[in-house]
């Protein structure tokens, strides 16, 4: 009995979950979403975001239009003016995934149509008070899973002092600070007691911190620590593919072979890592599962739609308010999986 009871709620739920407040979705202004992210130049995770994210909003029947800019700093300031353009316009429901929470605090533009419905996607908008909800993963948790992987890894290895170097991205993109934020709280006692030790010497996120996400910066960055120290870490945080991507080309040249390649981490399953991965010279990615993340953001699109917000178990701190978070799960992927 309880089994068909449970059965006819996930059948009527799935009824609802498609179905738009009115015959007329998309066809008015404020019907319509606009997704600002950034462009799939660096990362091309950005363009399945856009293409899932269309999908799954289509599928209550809602026009998403789609703005992309590049995700440099030249690009924050596109982003801000598709911004303004699109609120302009009277889209009242936005989905946004901030190249620059800075540029866009700073602009002002938000503060002038404080009733639209604002949903962080993937990087939290901080130090605004206009979010109305983050919809992604816990990057806290992304950073602490990438650290427990190395851990176990260097435990393994009969639990021998072993070298590490770290990399982190840019600040202006709040989930390079909380990768790093989760992988240290968790390596730093190990970094502090001498059983992990630096080669390079850079540990804190400003020494660790680069200007973009590009793999030519992480190649660069990580070519000069190996000239300077000579020795090969065992293993290197790498908080996405991009990242690992510049860290193992780096190592390559430097004449690194399979028998002896660090544990590299990574993040977001892109082919280049799954090449990698197969090839053995990255231990690791994390899969956010983009779909599953989409769909919950076409889940509080439509919520917004019919003046019932979606509620949420979690928040997320952005320097400002404690923001209603819908986190979505995501999974380790090792050659073994694949």
Not at 299 to 321: E, K
């Amino acid at each position: 009995m309880k089994s068909q009871l449970l059965f006819l709620l996930i059948c009527l739920l799935s009824l609802q979950i498609f179905t738009a407040c009115n015959g007329s979705a998309g066809k008015n202004a404020d019907e319509r979403v606009a997704l600002l992210l950034p462009d799939g130049n660096i990362n091309p995770k950005w363009n399945t975001d856009a293409a899932c994210i269309t999908e799954a909003v289509g599928k209550y029947g809602y026009t998403v239009d789609v703005y992309m800019a590049d995700d440099s700093e030249n690009g924050a300031k596109i982003q801000v003016q598709q911004l303004e353009k699109v609120l302009k316009d009277g889209v009242k429901t936005i989905i946004l995934t901030s190249i620059d929470y800075d540029a866009i605090n700073q602009s002002g533009v938000l503060e002038k149509y404080p009733d639209i419905n604002l949903i962080s996607y993937d990087r939290m908008l901080m130090n605004s008070p206009y979010v109305d909800i983050f919809v992604g993963c816990n990057p806290t948790a992304i950073g602490r899973l990438q650290a427990h992987y190395i851990l176990e890894t260097f435990k393994a290895g009969n639990d021998t002092p072993k070298k590490l170097e770290i990399i982190a991205g840019p600040s202006r993109d709040i989930n390079a600070v909380e990768f790093y934020k989760g992988a240290y709280a968790l390596l730093g006692s190990y970094i502090a007691d001498g059983r992990l030790t630096v080669p390079s010497g850079k540990v804190t996120y400003e020494d660790v911190e680069l200007p973009t996400w590009t793999t030519e910066d992480v190649k660069a960055e990580m070519t000069a620590r190996l000239q300077s120290s000579g020795q090969v870490p065992d293993f290197v945080f790498a908080p996405n593919d991009n990242v690992s991507d510049g860290v193992i080309q780096a190592l390559r040249e430097y004449g690194c072979e399979l028998g002896n390649f660090p544990s590299v981490t990574g993040l977001d399953n892109v082919g280049v890592s799954t090449q990698y991965i197969l090839d053995g010279y990255q231990s690791m990615t994390i899969d956010k599962s983009l779909e599953s993340i989409a769909d919950n953001a076409a889940i509080v699109v439509n919520g917004f739609m019919c003046g019932s917000p979606v509620r949420t178990s979690f928040t997320f701190n952005n320097g400002v308010n404690d923001v209603p978070a819908l986190y979505s799960t995501f999974s380790i992927v090792t050659r073994d999986d694949l």
